[in-house]
């Protein structure tokens, strides 16, 4: 069976564009296998995305406008592709040509083939966007150092148990590993990076 997926961000938005696209493409596409959501593409937490993943089938294809009407967490994306490569659903996303490639039916090979590309492709674009960022990020940090304004990450603000339970650590009542174990922390580096910043403050 053919299956659509739809989504907005809000209410607002018009939904028209993606379902037109969805039905242009596939003849097969019925009204009531298409499955919308307007909600945030942060997350997989969506009721109608949630009900489409419960009915669909090995040997089904599921069909999407764009790779972000699924979400806009790449790797939440990826894994959700993972899932259906496992189940044996077809993906298809129309902005994604390789995708739609007209081949062989019922051969397993098939979907694994078009859903590994798909993976390799949202890796891709996810590994430049993070290449991209740390790109930003180091010439915004360069030219704030010419002109001394780069002050480097703030301090993450001390818990306030933190004086009464350092003095504990001072005089002995506690022990460096009970300190780290109190305050949650996962090694004493990092209690120790945090002791140095709180007697920075004094």
Partial sequence: MVF????????EQNLDRQIKALKNYSSELKDENIYIDKESGKDFNRNQYQELRKVLRKGDVLIVKELD???RNKEAVKDELNYFKDKGVRVKI??????LMDLPESNDWVIDMVNNILIEVLAAIAEEERN????RQAEGIAIAKEQGKYKGRKPQELPKS????YNRWKDGSITAVEFTKI???KSRTTLYRKIKQYEDSL
């Fill in 69 to 71: 009407r699924l979400g």
């Fill in 162 to 165: 933190f004086p009464s339970l």
């Fill in 183 to 185: 305050l949650g922390y």
């Fill in 132 to 135: 991209k960022i740390r790109q």
């Fill in 94 to 99: 129309l902005n994604i040509p390789t995708t």
């Fill in 4 to 11: 659509g997926y739809v989504r907005v961000s809000s209410k």
